[in-house]
């Protein structure tokens, strides 16, 4: 697709927040929260020309590799809330792109995320290969720390083995990221979630999950990972007040 005439390279896009989105407090549920601001991103690349259907004529895709989220509010049913986003750096197969959620005026989530451009044939990285020099880059970030590489627990607790379902996969054929997220979550202490005492969470996404894999959860302390056949595909480390 052509880069769209409404294209610019700082994306602000507005939302009103609805009950499917929310906890039973009537709060923004924090797999939605990211979805939210994937989806922007998402929207953000369509408008530039590099999106998912237009990297598919190289049969290339953007997957996630690492997320850093920072909560000091979250919306509720009905509200309109702001999301902005920016590409921090583009090259090659890598790109850092920045998210900020704004409430009446008012920042109330910072985010930043690592992307990597895949060959969705080879399963394997490789540089974009859509033009991309339109998008200015802007070094301003959106979180108070970058995101790191988690270390991971070397004697987790399982907690639950669970078989990636049809429902879990995107257009991508892989489990999509937000699952993870959403099946560690439902081991957490459903009092803290719902009293809003998780303050930041990042998360690390290292292989890929399919169809009918066996995900095995496991958690010690405020870390969680997920290892199919012994190896780590996703580590999540989670942030309280």
Known sequence: MPISKNFTSILSNDC???FLQCY????LKYTDLCNLLQLTAGHHAELGGISFTDMQQYHQA?????MRVEIHQLPQWRDVITVKTWINSLENSRSVRCLEM???GTKIVGCETFWAVINTKLRKPEAL???HAHFE????????QSFSRIQLPELPDVLETYTVKLSDLDVVNHANNVKYLEWCLDHCDTEALLQ???KAFEMNFMRELSLGDTAVIGKHDDTFVITHKDKACFALQLEWH
């Open 16 to 18: 009103e927040i609805n």
């Open 24 to 27: 039973p407090n009537g709060y």
């Open 137 to 144: 880059k802007y070094p301003e970030r959106a979180t108070e």
């Open 102 to 104: 704004y409430l009446g």
């Open 129 to 131: 290969a859509l033009p």
């Open 196 to 198: 809003q005492k998780l």
């Open 62 to 66: 953007w997957v996630l590799s690492k």
